[in-house]
Structure formats: C-alpha cells, structure tokens
C-alpha cells in the first residue's frame, strides 16, 4: 500500500458561463493519520505536489465504516490555470470530480440569524 502525505475528501467548484472547474480542495494531512480538513486552493495543492507531495482522493465507506483510498492526483497548468486531476485510469467514484461538493454544505458565511 502507497503511504501518502495528504487527502482529499470533497472540493469546491465555480461554474463560469458554461464552464465549471474546481477551485478549491478539502484537503487533510496524512502524517499523523487522517488529520483534520482544511480549504486549499488548487494553486497550494499543485505547489504541494511540484515539491514531491504524494495525494490522493479518499472517500468514506459506509459499509465497511472505513476511509476508502482513492485515486492519486496529479496537476497541469492550462491557459496558466491550474488544474488538478486524477489519472485517466481512475474510476469515476475515485476521481476529483466525484468528491462531496463542499459549496453545497458549507456555508461561506451564515445566512441564519438567532434573535432570542
């Protein structure tokens, strides 16, 4: 099994006229097994790769109740953009695109008022 130095468990996307591409990453540290996630831009995960960083997707299983390793990322530069993908061989429940789409769930700012 490849030992890897973080995890990505859900993303954010920005959709842009007819264009959706994601922006953002939940990302977790692997060193001292799975860490608590944090929002990353796709610019610091590329970085984090180029600098020998070992990432992959992960997603829970909730019939084993288990973590489930994905597939590894990898990242390419387009039109100066940064991208982030997963090999062509992956499946599609383990690829970037398939993560929880963390803009559904968490909210940037709270939209709920608590008023005695």
Same mark, same amino acid.
């Given at each position: 099994?490849?030992?890897?130095?973080?995890? /990505?468990?859900?993303?954010?996307?920005?959709?842009?006229?007819?264009?959706?591409? /994601?922006?953002? %990453?939940?990302?977790?540290?692997?060193?001292?097994?799975?860490?608590?996630?944090?929002?990353?831009?796709?610019?610091? %995960?590329?970085?984090?790769?180029?600098?020998?960083?070992?990432?992959?997707?992960?997603?829970?299983?909730?019939?084993?109740?288990?973590?489930?390793?994905?597939?590894? %990322?990898?990242?390419?530069?387009?039109?100066?953009?940064?991208?982030?993908?997963?090999?062509?061989?992956?499946?599609?429940?383990?690829?970037?695109?398939?993560? /929880?789409?963390?803009?559904?769930?968490?909210?940037?700012?709270?939209?709920?008022?608590?008023?005695?």
């Amino acid at each position: 099994m490849e030992n890897w130095d973080y995890y /990505i468990s859900g993303i954010w996307k920005l959709k842009t006229g007819d264009e959706e591409y /994601i922006t953002d %990453v939940f990302l977790h540290n692997a060193s001292n097994g799975f860490g608590k996630g944090i929002k990353t831009s796709t610019d610091d %995960v590329a970085e984090l790769l180029k600098n020998g960083a070992r990432i992959t997707t992960i997603t829970w299983n909730y019939h084993l109740i288990q973590w489930r390793f994905g597939a590894k %990322v990898e990242y390419e530069k387009i039109d100066g953009a940064t991208i982030l993908r997963t090999s062509a061989e992956a499946s599609t429940f383990d690829d970037l695109e398939s993560a /929880i789409q963390m803009q559904y769930l968490m909210a940037e700012e709270p939209n709920i008022s608590f008023n005695g």
